[in-house]
């Protein structure tokens, strides 16, 4: 009993983690990166190429 309601735990931690691509989400990392990469955008500090480069680099 208490191993099947461990694994159903495990499961229901896994599943939150997981983002629709299956792959698991990075903690706030990843996404404080994203943030302030969309920043630097916004203010013109880069361009539209070298923000897609960089975008596809922190999403892999």
Known sequence: MGLILIVMIGYFVFKYFEDNTGKLKM?????????????????????IEEYRYKKELLNQ
């Open 27 to 47: 903690s706030g990392k990843n996404n404080a990166a994203l943030d302030i990469l969309s920043e630097r955008y916004a203010k013109g500090e880069i361009d």
